[in-house]
């Protein structure tokens, strides 16, 4: 209804620019008649570029809610949490709470629902949930994520397991992560080098409703 309206009033009608100009499309002329003056082919040539201006910026109206949410999106998917000093257990794992949760820790072997953005150690963004506007489900302390994610959500080894609400930084050495082999690969192109230090923003939001009980 909002847009229908804005497009009402931006969107100019050739017939009444043409009119206000003097001019009017469907007018012909023969050789008896006179030529087009100067100050005609003038009106026409503004009558023709106030209607492209017109559907320009009916162009806009239209396309900006969306670009707006996009803009969002991509903006929680890019931009880090804030920074926040790193502990380091034995395993040599790095993490650091930016903030505790209040809720129930995560359960072994259960699924979880979190969001995250990963980054290389530069500060490349190689993936996010955030772009999938959407968590990422999945079972926590068996070995289906990397070892540095288990230990940094689940806990132990002298790391404070998560809470649901909170939001830990965690930087993950090559040995906790995907190794000397390169990961995510496909047609030979992969997204992440072999020995990469991986930094995650982890959210855990909660955990998975379909669990068995």
Do not use: W
């Amino acid at each position: 209804m909002g847009i229908t309206t804005i497009l009402s009033v931006v969107t100019p009608k050739p017939h009444i620019l043409c009119k206000a100009l003097n001019f009017k499309p469907s007018q012909t002329y023969n050789d008896s008649s006179a030529k087009l003056s100067l100050a005609s082919l003038s009106g026409t040539k503004r009558c023709i570029m106030d209607v492209g201006i017109g559907v320009l910026a009916a162009s806009v109206v239209v396309l900006s809610p969306l670009d707006a949410n996009a803009t969002r999106i991509e903006y929680y998917a890019t931009v880090a949490e804030p920074s926040c000093e790193l502990n380091f257990a034995r395993s040599g794992l790095g993490y650091c709470d930016v903030i505790v949760g209040s809720g129930d820790v995560a359960p072994l072997g259960e699924l979880i629902n979190v969001h995250y953005t990963a980054r290389f150690a530069d500060g490349r963004v190689f993936d996010s949930s955030y772009k999938r506007a959407r968590p990422l489900t999945m079972r926590i302390g068996v070995g289906k994520v990397i070892r540095g994610l288990d230990q940094g959500i689940l806990g132990g080894g002298g790391v404070p397991p998560m809470a649901i609400g909170g939001k830990r930084k965690l930087q993950i050495p090559p040995e906790l992560a995907y190794g000397p082999e390169p990961a995510g690969c496909f047609s030979g192109d992969c997204n992440i080098p072999g020995n990469a230090t991986l930094v995650y923003d982890i959210n855990f939001v909660g955990v998975y409703s379909g669990n068995r009980k």
